[in-house]
């Protein structure tokens, strides 16, 4: 309509003929053109509006999958960044989200104790479900039946989980088959580089021995040549009784674990009252990232390999 308001403004002038009114038409075209050029580049680059919109469980899932997808994929990630997996459930809103996704990434073993509900909720008979950790040995774990759920936080396994995204997403959309293998192989290439990183780093740690606040790094530990010691929270959410404190203390200064690791998604004090007493002290693991500076996963996992080194030992 206000175009062609313009085009019937413009005959009238033409006709009477009026130089002066001409220029300002021609002024408000001038005006107008980069506007309406501005609108057609940005629907022919359209990365907005034709993006698949791929939805995963927690934040390092989501980069793996960011960085798989590049450009074609817009992530929704259901268990933000701060929050544990472990006892956070996805809002009804976020669920409802999943009604226009092409494919949901789960990590498996039981982390995702919400899914079948977050699914139903969807309603959308076309949503790909790919569990990541299906396919690859799963330690045991005290107070998971299904397993240790924390395969991510071994670059080993992480390389598994992007082979599957890539998989995934080829066959979600075809089209973009040759950015996803791109994107992957460079990916993949950047993991290879980390697994050697820690690999040298740990061969240079003074004390193997890790306490950590739950059981989240069981295969870092296990594929890395570490050993966990003790274990503060054996169910993630439920605080160590003042026997198992006792415990735990005990054996951090009978192995001569140099440090307690917390984590942030949880409150210290525990870590804290037991590092106080057993004279070490307490650093940081983070599990999930998903904010700067630990947003990517590999940037997650460099700042953990530097906690570890801090409490560990070792040369920079
Ligand atoms: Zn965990």
Redesign the pocket.
């Known amino acids: 309509m206000a175009r062609q308001g313009v085009r019937m403004a413009m005959r009238e002038k033409m006709v009477w003929g009026v130089p002066v009114r001409l220029l300002g038409v021609f002024a408000a075209l001038v005006l107008l053109t980069p506007l309406v050029a501005a609108c057609s580049s940005k629907q022919a680059a359209a990365p907005a509006d034709d993006r698949m919109l791929v939805a995963v469980s927690i934040p390092p899932i989501a980069d793996m999958v960011r960085q798989v997808g590049g450009e074609g994929v817009e992530v929704l990630t259901l268990v933000p960044p701060g929050a ?3 006892t956070y459930e996805p809002t009804p809103d976020q669920m409802r989200r999943l009604a226009k996704a092409k494919v949901l990434f789960l990590n498996g073993v039981g ?1 995702e104790f919400w899914a079948d509900k977050a699914i139903a909720a969807a309603g959308n008979p076309n949503l790909q479900v790919v569990t990541l950790s299906e396919g690859q040995e799963i330690l045991q774990s005290d107070d998971n039946a299904a397993g240790n ?2 395969l991510w936080l071994s670059p080993r396994r992480a390389m598994a989980y992007v082979e599957r995204i890539r998989d995934a997403l080829i066959a979600a959309d075809p089209e973009g088959e040759a950015a996803y293998r791109a994107n992957a192989d460079a990916y993949l290439a950047a993991l290879q580089q980390l697994d050697a990183d820690i690999k040298a780093a740990v061969a240079g740690f003074r004390s193997r021995e890790m306490v950590t606040f ?3 790094w069981a295969y870092f530990i296990h594929d890395y040549g570490l050993h966990q010691a003790a274990v503060l929270e054996s169910t ?1 959410g439920r605080e160590p009784s003042a026997a198992e404190v006792a415990q735990i203390v005990e054996t951090i200064k009978a192995v001569g674990a140099p440090a307690v690791f917390a984590e942030p998604q949880f409150s210290p004090q525990a870590a804290q009252v037991i590092a106080d007493e057993a004279g070490v002290p307490v650093l940081i693991l983070d ?1 999930l990232g998903g904010t700067p500076p630990r947003e990517t996963y590999l940037e997650l996992m460099r700042w953990n390999l530097e906690q570890l080194r801090k409490g560990l030992g070792g040369t920079p």
């Open positions: 544990s997996p472990h982390l759920p924390h739950h059981a989240a993630p599990p």
